[in-house]
């Protein structure tokens, strides 16, 4: 069994408005240090498969066709076995 935890997160040339929203919010805390605020999704999957390199593969496909949009999206993810679990 293994575990893929995955960040999807718009590309750097798609505006992010919901970014920018929490940003102006977050400086309006008093953090003006805060720069520049990114929103992505994070999904974890539990995969039975029997090496970590299909994992990834099952993982890479189900991102690929699903998660993430192409056109607008990156993503990047990373697969650990699960010790102790069937």
């Not at 929490?22 to 999957?45: A, P």
């Amino acid at each position: 069994m293994y575990l893929s935890k995955i960040k999807i997160t718009l590309r750097k040339s798609i505006l992010d408005p919901q970014g920018k929203a929490v940003e102006h919010s977050i400086q309006s805390l008093g953090y003006g240090n805060i720069k520049d605020t990114r929103i992505g999704k994070f999904v974890e999957l539990k995969i039975d498969a029997a090496s970590d390199k299909e994992a990834g593969r099952i993982t890479d496909e189900i991102c690929s066709k699903l998660l993430a949009n192409p056109v607008m999206e990156d993503y990047d993810f990373e697969v650990t076995k699960l010790n102790g679990v069937k």
